[in-house]
């Protein structure tokens, strides 16, 4: 156990919906960073926020969005849904910002768009 | 943006042997990480590298941070069956980047 949660595991949904995953960071890690997998694929780096801030932005959609709280969970929206949205959505968290240290991952939040 | 090259893609290998995996890269790297995972899991970390030239073991697995900083390799020695997964390199460049960049991935097959 990574202690980084996710919710929730799988979500089924049809397209035009919107979704929201939630990450839970490991308990004293301010950093949390968004993956997307897609089947067989490598894991792209979506976004990362540092202490409800935004830090890094990779390649995320502009129907994506996402927010880290002041308790440091973290939220992703997914909007407009398509169906190449269907993958598996890992969050990770760290210590730090980026630099000397591990970001450790979820179980990771299977979504399906229908 | 930044790449990793991750090789080989996949590989079968029969229980006992040793495996070897590597990743580079046209950037320079400030750490170097390598995770495995497993079907519909998520990843998990095996072994952190933050120093040019590190050689650190984790049991049977053994990385390196190269030298020139722009590639690590990861060894698995005696495989067994339970090492099937896919490994993943990742990589953190310098100051002022906070993105963890991964490779492909390499999926190691183990044949008993």
């Known amino acids: 156990d990574s202690g980084v949660t996710q919710t929730p595991k799988h979500l089924i949904t049809a397209t035009g919906q919107r979704v929201t995953l939630r990450c839970s960071p490991r308990?004293?890690?301010?950093?949390v960073y968004w993956y997307q997998q897609s089947l067989d694929q490598g894991l792209q780096f979506l976004i990362q926020?540092?202490?409800?801030?935004?830090?890094a932005k990779g390649n995320i959609l502009e129907r994506f969005s996402a927010q880290q709280f002041p308790d440091l969970h973290s939220e992703l929206n997914l909007s407009s849904l398509e169906l190449g949205d269907s993958a598996l959505y890992f969050c990770?968290?760290?210590?730090?910002?980026?630099?000397?240290?591990?970001?450790?991952f979820g179980q990771g939040t299977r979504l399906t768009v229908v | 943006g930044q790449q990793l090259n991750q090789s080989p893609q996949s590989m079968f290998i029969q229980e006992g042997e040793d495996v070897s995996m590597n990743c580079t890269s046209s950037?320079?790297?400030?750490?170097w990480l390598w995770y495995k995972q497993d079907p519909g899991e998520g990843p998990v970390l095996l072994i952190a590298?933050?120093?040019?030239?590190e050689l650190t073991s984790n049991g049977r697995l053994t990385a390196q941070f190269g030298i020139t900083r722009k590639d690590s390799f990861l060894n698995i020695s005696a495989s067994i069956p339970s090492d099937v997964g896919i490994y993943f390199c990742a990589g953190v460049s310098g100051a002022g980047s906070y993105q963890l960049t991964f490779g492909k991935g390499t999926k190691l097959s183990v044949i008993p």
């Open positions: 990770a968290s760290s210590v730090d910002p980026g630099g000397n240290t591990e970001a450790f």
């Open positions: 926020y540092y202490n409800g801030e935004e830090r």
């Open positions: 308990s004293g890690d301010l950093s």
């Open positions: 950037s320079i790297f400030n750490t």
């Open positions: 590298l933050y120093k040019a030239g």
